[in-house]
């Protein structure tokens, strides 16, 4: 078992910043892809931001451009910058771990909320 356990979440205002961080401890070998996902009120769970063992990083295009996720692999952490906070990126963010074998691992969330 992989246990992920977020932080950072909270409100902020429009234009404004926060950084998530999600550490992975337990079975954390052959975790392949690190990512967050968001869900927001009557919608469905969504892709923002995942970054492979070897860097690679993939983005939803609403969030390019203002988001950054980064992984420390010697801390089994991975984070997101986020920045010119919308309204509209008010969700409660889901940290990912998926291994080589395609399992996945899920946090429990953390609420982001931006005010206009």
């Known amino acids: 078992q992989v246990q992920l356990v977020e932080s950072g979440g909270g409100l902020v205002q429009a234009g404004g910043s926060l950084r998530l961080s999600c550490a992975a401890s337990g079975s954390i070998f052959r975790i392949n892809a690190m990512g967050w996902y968001r869900q927001a009120p009557g919608k469905q769970r969504e892709l923002v931001a995942a970054i492979t063992s070897g860097g690679i990083t993939n983005y939803a295009g609403s969030v390019k451009g203002r988001f950054t996720i980064s992984r420390d692999n010697a801390k089994n952490t991975v984070y997101l910058q986020m920045n010119s906070l919308k309204p509209e990126d008010t969700a409660v963010y889901y940290c990912?771990?998926?291994?080589?074998?395609?399992?996945?691992?899920w946090g429990k969330g953390t609420l982001v909320t931006v005010s206009s």
């Open positions: 990912n771990a998926r291994k080589y074998n395609g399992m996945d691992y």
